[in-house]
């Protein structure tokens, strides 16, 4: 967890680390309902763990343990349908559903979370005289999902050309809904040489983690009685 900074800077014993974990599990059923009809069925679940043991020793945090927690969780399920109407034209379409829930890695914490109770932490640096419960940590529980369907089509009238037209629309409960289309055209005027003219658009929602993700340090002259900050990144 110290990639970025020279020996004296950072503490690099095996005990300063991030440790991830990713569990996915996915499944896939494909059928023809007759010779022109294919069915396929497919989904996927999976889990992310940050250990709550992950940590850094920099000196942002005076060369002792700053922990990180983050989890993440998704569940997708997707039916397709390719059809083909003839030997020129052909179809696929289809839609899903994806349902994520997502706590971001949030500020450097004062101990390890304790992933067996609720959620809660104090901010690395902030336990002093004052105030010794320290500044709570915010931790933001993320819930969305996405719903879309899609379908192309593609035309090959003959050996030399194809003809692709497609469209997606998604709703997205965080960022609610966005068409997206796309259009190929191949032309093969020879064996040696193929022209391609290809347009299309895509939409990328913000990840948990860069819109909440939030880092930063307090100080405090006064035990604990009054804290400042020379740099503090927000969560959005």
Same mark, same amino acid.
């Given at each position: 967890?110290?990639?970025?900074? *020279? ?30 009809? #294919? %069915?396929?069925? !497919? ?24 922990? +990180? ?20 034209? %052909? ?13 971001? +890695?949030? /500020?450097? #914490?004062? %101990? ?19 105030? =010794? ?7 933001? /529980? ?17 050996? +030399? ?16 809904? *966005? ?10 005027? /020879?064996?040696?040489? /193929?022209? +391609? ?6 939409? #990328?929602?913000?990840? =948990? ?10 100080? !405090? ?13 927000? =969560?959005?």
């Amino acid at each position: 967890s110290a990639l970025n900074y *020279t020996g004296q800077d950072a503490i690099y014993n095996k005990d300063v680390y991030f440790g991830q974990y990713l569990n996915i599990f996915s499944g896939t059923y494909s059928d023809n309902i007759n010779e022109d009809v #294919l %069915s396929s069925t !497919s989904l996927t679940l999976s889990r992310y763990d940050m250990d709550p043991e992950s940590n850094y020793r920099n000196i942002y945090v005076d060369l002792e343990p700053g922990y +990180k927690y983050s989890f993440g969780s998704m569940l997708k399920a997707e039916q397709q349908l390719s059809v083909k109407i003839n030997d020129e034209l %052909s179809l696929i379409g289809g839609g899903l559903f994806e349902s994520y829930y997502s706590i971001p +890695k949030g /500020t450097d #914490l004062e %101990s390890p979370i304790d992933v067996a109770k609720a959620i809660k932490g104090t901010i690395r640096g902030t336990v002093m005289a004052n105030n =010794p419960g320290g500044i709570a940590a915010d931790f933001y /529980t993320v819930r969305y999902y996405n719903a879309g369907g899609y379908i192309q089509a593609q035309y090959v009238p003959s050996d +030399k050309v194809s003809i692709t037209l497609g469209g997606r629309y998604d709703y997205n409960s965080r960022y609610e809904g *966005t068409f997206n289309p796309r259009l190929g055209v191949v032309f093969k005027p /020879t064996e040696k040489v /193929t022209i +391609k003219a290809l347009y299309g658009s895509a939409f #990328l929602a913000a990840s =948990p983690y860069q819109a909440y993700q939030c880092f930063g340090s307090f100080q !405090s002259s006064d035990s604990g009685r009054t804290y400042t900050s020379g740099f503090w990144h927000l =969560p959005n």
